[in-house]
T-cell receptor, first 114, second 113 residues
């Protein structure tokens, strides 16, 4: 079936603008994750959902970052008042259930804040 | 704290050479270990995994063995191809109950014909 999809693939925002990044997980996958990947670095965890419940948001770098998954499927990562340091690739991943299963990643959204 | 250290890149090899990319981790307990690969212009893909000590994960000619005594999960391939050029990431679930993957910084591999 279809993999994890993300939109938009590229986003350019002026500093101070709000952005919303969308993730469509694999159908039936219970767990959904957001990661931030800076240039030349490995992905870093932002937040985790099991169904619609946000169980871990310890990686969100500031209160400008907000994520939701209201119906337990599609998720949106919102960044308010973007700053240049927010420029990165934002990756979404899903897995079949909770537990230590492999995560399936989307292609990412490359955010550039100017 | 929980972390993973990967061999620094970039690594450049000739086709058919032997590849090793080192990965060591620091964690409590017995984490599940993964290698992910990112081909140019594509998203992260799971390459292989191992969930307990002495397990060997393998896929596409790549292998990695979970070594508890050295806390390592080195990636190897006997004969690399140009198509193996990519960035490779070692990752693990750091502790019981933690749902987030912790990644190394990645190793960029280039294979020349």
């Amino acid at each position: 079936g279809a993999g994890v999809s993300q939109s938009p693939r590229y986003k350019v925002a002026k500093r101070g603008q709000d952005v919303a990044l969308r993730c469509d997980p694999i159908s039936g996958h219970v767990s959904l994750f957001w990661y931030q990947q800076a240039l030349g670095q490995g992905p870093e965890f932002l937040t985790y959902f099991q169904n619609e419940a946000q169980l871990d948001k310890s990686g969100l770098p500031s209160d400008r970052f907000f994520a939701e998954r209201p119906e337990g499927s599609v998720s949106t990562l919102k960044i308010q008042r973007t700053q240049q340091e927010d420029s990165a690739v934002y990756l979404c991943a899903s897995s079949f259930t909770g537990g230590r299963y492999e995560q399936y990643f989307g292609p990412g959204t490359r955010l550039t804040v100017t | 704290g929980d972390s993973v250290t990967q061999m620094e890149g970039p690594v450049t090899l000739s086709e058919e050479a032997f590849l090793t990319i080192n990965c060591t981790y620091t964690a409590t307990g017995y984490p599940s270990l993964f290698w992910y690969v990112q081909y140019p212009g594509e998203g992260l893909q799971l390459l292989l995994k191992a969930t307990k000590a002495d397990d060997k994960g393998s896929n596409k000619g790549f292998e990695a063995t979970y070594r508890k005594e050295t806390t390592s999960f080195h990636l190897e391939k006997g004969s690399v191809q140009v198509s193996d050029s990519a960035v490779y990431f070692c990752a693990f679930y750091p502790s019981q109950g933690a749902q987030k993957l912790v990644f190394g910084q990645g190793t960029r591999l280039t294979i020349n014909p």
